[in-house]
């Protein structure tokens, strides 16, 4: 090779090193090498420290129209609608539409299959049954409410009064039941029973009509009267668990019913022969009796009356709780989670605290019920006391057939028309063949 032809050659090496060396020339068209690649570093690369920029325009949350069927009305009804006034401030989104039908078991027979009902019912504990049966309220359960949570924010017998066949059906919001209200001036020290002692009551009952011939110690509307409700301490505190449980079973041929039979014919011996509503207040104003076994519904018309009172636990009174109920028209229009958030806050401690201050309710909210506050107020602490070892009003569908027997036992005991053992045979067996019935 001659000299021309190797400096042609070397010029055109050098060339294609250069244009190899700085990246030059097409992407290669064949296959790519079957080598595997050369190893990768171990060391992960550092990673951006700054939070990664969110979008600023999140999306609306999605309006809802919350239906909620109630039984309030009045002074009541206004300071409850300031309280959902105040959800609303937090949840613009959320508008809560209040209605108050006149027949709400009727019109949710129609409502709720026509997917016209409410998404929430504030109701009776005592509808929890039928309602779940008929399928138009769902269980709590299902929507995330537990067990631990339910007894660690309400009252004990509240939390029983919501539980049906093991499942959670609604919140409590309020409770009421009945206590003995006395007259400071006339019932001293001496004739004041121990708390929650029925057999201390009759001792303090004879004691008082041997001083005082033309008075009686207490006046109930239960006594003489057919009014399973009004006697109920006195069953209840003498051991009877419940008139009929959910299975049904009925607990009035026990040796501790008829405990309480026998009381009250004692008591009878002690007492006015007739006695209601009516007579009982116009009793205490005048005097002639010093105690009213009787809700914090009265305690208005005792206030009026200028009486120095005082509230006494006694025995272990029915316990009527005011519920929140999901229906199954929440669920089906994905309203439930929704509803769930709007009972919790509604019977929760600080809306059930404000609505105690103003509508002299009594909680079912632990937290709201012990609160310094709400404690200053003496009728609502007393009754909150007389209430927590109370028994929850049965929320079975056999309940129903509780209230006649139990009036009519109640009413021959205290007459003496029958023995309390026949009177309450004869109430077993009315209750147990109308429970057959509904079975």
């Known amino acids: 090779m001659n000299v021309k032809n190797i400096f042609t050659l070397s010029a055109l090496l050098i060339a294609l090193a250069l244009i190899v060396a700085c990246g030059g020339g097409a992407a290669p068209t064949s296959a790519p090498p079957t080598q595997a690649p050369s190893a990768q570093p171990t060391t992960a690369p550092a990673q951006p420290t700054a939070a990664p920029v969110q979008p600023t325009n999140a999306p609306a949350p999605e309006a809802k129209t919350i239906t909620i069927w109630h039984q309030w009305d009045g002074k009541y009804l206004e300071a409850i609608q300031a309280a959902f006034a105040e959800y609303n401030k937090m949840h613009p ?60 924010t309400y009252e004990p017998a509240a939390v029983q009064g919501v539980v049906w066949k093991d499942k959670i059906w609604g919140l409590p919001e309020t409770q009421e039941g009945i206590a003995l209200v006395y007259n400071k001036a006339l019932v001293t020290d001496e004739f004041l029973p121990k708390a929650g002692d029925l057999n201390d009551l009759l001792a303090k009952a004879k004691a008082f009509q041997t001083k005082y011939p033309d008075k009686t110690l207490v006046c109930n509307q239960g006594f003489g009267g057919k009014d399973a409700y009004h006697v109920a301490p006195v069953f209840f505190g003498f051991g009877v668990p419940s008139y009929v449980d959910d299975a049904g079973a009925v607990h009035l041929n026990s ?31 005048d005097g002639k009796v010093g105690m009213w076994w009787t809700g914090p519904w009265a305690i208005a018309a005792v206030e009026e ?32 989670e929704t509803a769930l958030d709007i009972i919790k806050y509604y019977t929760g401690a600080d809306v059930q605290k404000k ?19 709400v404690a200053k107020l003496e009728t609502i602490k007393l009754f909150g006391t007389a209430l927590n070892s109370g028994v929850p009003m049965a929320n079975t569908p056999f309940a129903s057939a509780q209230w006649d027997p139990v009036g009519s036992a109640a009413q021959a005991i205290w007459s ?19 429970v057959a019935q509904m079975k």
Do not use: H
């Not at 609505?355 to 506050?373: F, R, S």
């Not at 028309?417 to 004869?426: G, I, P, V």
């Open 255 to 285: 040796p501790e019913a008829l405990k309480a039979g026998q009381w009250m014919a004692e008591f009878a011996k002690v007492s006015a022969k007739e006695q209601s509503y009516d007579l009982c207040l116009a009793s205490l104003k």
């Open 305 to 336: 009356a200028k009486i120095d009172y005082g509230i006494l636990p006694m025995g272990k009174p029915f316990v009527g709780i005011k519920t929140m109920l999901i229906t199954k028209n929440a669920v089906d229009r994905g309203n439930a």
């Open 416 to 434: 003496g028309a029958q023995t309390a053992e026949a009177a309450l045979k004869d109430a077993q067996t009315a209750i147990e063949a109308a």
């Open 355 to 373: 609505l105690a201050l103003t509508n002299k309710t009594i909680p079912a909210a632990t937290a709201a019920l012990q609160d310094p506050e």
């Open 93 to 152: 989104e959320v508008k809560i539409d209040l209605s108050k039908p006149d027949d709400v078991n009727n019109a949710l027979k129609v409502a709720i299959p026509a997917g016209q009902g409410p998404d929430i019912i504030g109701w009776a504990n005592d509808q929890i049954g039928q309602s779940a049966i008929a399928g138009n309220i769902v269980a709590l359960d299902t929507l995330g409410v537990t067990p631990d949570w339910l007894k660690s």
